[in-house]
């Protein structure tokens, strides 16, 4: 074993003087901080938290009679971490908020640096338009808009339409690199038919000059319907990982990566009455209830009950337990492709 580092001694009065001298001059010792800098374990202001969708959507409709999508352009409520307040964060480095889009309305084309992914929480038959292709929206469906990416907003039925917005921000805050424009029209030119994506990129099949590169997925829409059969099918074999349960990664089918450079999406089931064991890892992680009801450990002793369309956050290197009451089907996305590009990646398993 190591020895840990001596404690620092007293400050004394040379030393106090030299700091404030070599302050003046933009200088700082190392040794006064590198405890805080350098830490044995990770070391967060994100805290455990969570949110019930319930209480969201009445806000939400409520924020929808004091604003219109095209006046807020985005009708968002974000979800601030209680560790993190004002700083429009859900972990250190990922943002999340709920949007709301009413009978009729547009949210208007725009694109950014940033990338996004949406997880429809209430509604269905409005959409989405990336680069000039729409999907449809539905519960439970699970949909990204790669940096820069034209994307809009519509909702053609009579209910209103929630989902979970979830982005990179404070990621490409960190590296001063965010760039944004609005389109000239409130909606983008519409190029190819609905399932154009899937069809080229998603149905095992390329096109005959597709070369594998690096980026987002081209496969922009993963419906909820095809992702619940194939945990319906795999079931089947009972392959159930202690900690996990049945848990897959949403990927990018022409690379076999992750749908986004900064962003990883998963799905799980978990069959009823199934408690995990203990597991963390240094990705914090927002899950969302998508069915079923159970309830949530994370550390020693935040304990969340949750529902369909519940959020809530689990932060990096405190372990989760997750107990399901029914079958149960769990969504969560985290920074893991940065983690795992950066070699910074690091998960504890209990087999009990």
């Known amino acids: 074993m190591s020895t840990p580092p001596a404690a620092p001694s007293a400050e004394t009065p040379e030393r106090l003087a030299f700091y404030e001298r070599i302050g003046q001059?933009?200088?700082?010792?190392?040794?006064?901080?590198?405890?805080?800098?350098?830490?044995?374990?990770?070391?967060?202001?994100?805290?455990?938290?969570?949110?019930?969708?319930?209480?969201?959507?009445?806000?939400?409709?409520?924020?929808?009679?004091?604003?219109?999508?095209?006046?807020?352009?985005?009708?968002?409520?974000?979800?601030?971490n209680p560790g993190l307040r004002g700083q429009s964060k859900i972990t250190t480095d990922l943002y999340a908020g709920v949007q709301l889009v009413l009978p009729g309305e547009v949210a208007p084309a725009h694109r950014h640096s940033q990338s996004a992914l949406r997880f429809v929480l209430e509604g269905?038959?409005?959409?989405?338009?990336?680069?000039?292709?729409r999907t449809p929206m539905r519960y439970g469906d699970f949909?990204?808009?790669?940096?820069?990416?034209?994307?809009?907003?519509?909702?053609?039925?009579?209910?209103?339409m929630f989902w979970l917005d979830g982005l990179d921000i404070p990621i490409v805050q960190f590296l001063d690199a965010s760039f944004s424009e609005h389109h000239d029209e409130e909606e983008q030119p519409i190029a190819r038919p609905v399932g154009d994506a899937h069809a080229r990129y998603g149905s095992n099949l390329l096109p005959v000059d597709q070369r594998p590169a690096a980026g987002a997925s081209p496969v922009f829409t993963y419906p909820y319907a095809r992702t619940r059969d194939a945990l319906a099918q795999l079931a089947r074999g009972q392959a159930w990982d202690p900690c996990h349960g049945l848990k897959m990664r949403y990927s990018n089918p022409v690379t076999g990566g992750y749908p986004m450079a900064t962003i990883a999406a998963f799905i799980q089931l978990l069959p009823r009455g199934f408690q995990t064991a203990r597991y963390r890892s240094t990705d914090a992680t927002i899950f969302v209830a998508v069915e079923g009801r159970?309830?949530?450990?994370?550390?020693?002793?935040?304990?969340?009950?949750?529902?369909?369309?519940?959020?809530?956050?689990?932060?990096?290197?405190?372990?989760?337990?997750?107990?399901?009451?029914?079958?149960?089907?769990?969504?969560?996305?985290?920074?893991?492709?940065?983690?795992?590009?950066?070699?910074?990646?690091?998960?504890?398993?209990?087999?009990?």
């Not at 940096?147 to 209103?160: L, S, V, Y």
Request: charged share 25%; glycine share 6%.
């Open 143 to 160: 949909i990204i808009t790669p940096p820069m990416a034209w994307h809009d907003h519509g909702n053609e039925t009579d209910q209103p």
């Open 25 to 80: 001059k933009h200088l700082t010792p190392l040794w006064t901080s590198l405890a805080k800098l350098v830490t044995p374990e990770p070391v967060s202001g994100c805290q455990p938290a969570a949110w019930s969708f319930a209480e969201i959507r009445a806000a939400m409709i409520e924020a929808g009679a004091l604003i219109t999508a095209k006046e807020a352009e985005r009708r968002v409520l974000i979800l601030e």
């Open 124 to 133: 269905d038959g409005a959409h989405t338009a990336v680069n000039g292709e």
């Open 294 to 352: 159970g309830k949530t450990r994370i550390g020693a002793d935040f304990v969340v009950e949750w529902g369909p369309r519940d959020i809530f956050v689990v932060p990096s290197w405190k372990p989760v337990v997750h107990e399901a009451s029914d079958e149960a089907v769990l969504f969560s996305f985290s920074d893991r492709p940065v983690q795992e590009a950066l070699q910074l990646f690091r998960e504890d398993r209990h087999s009990a």
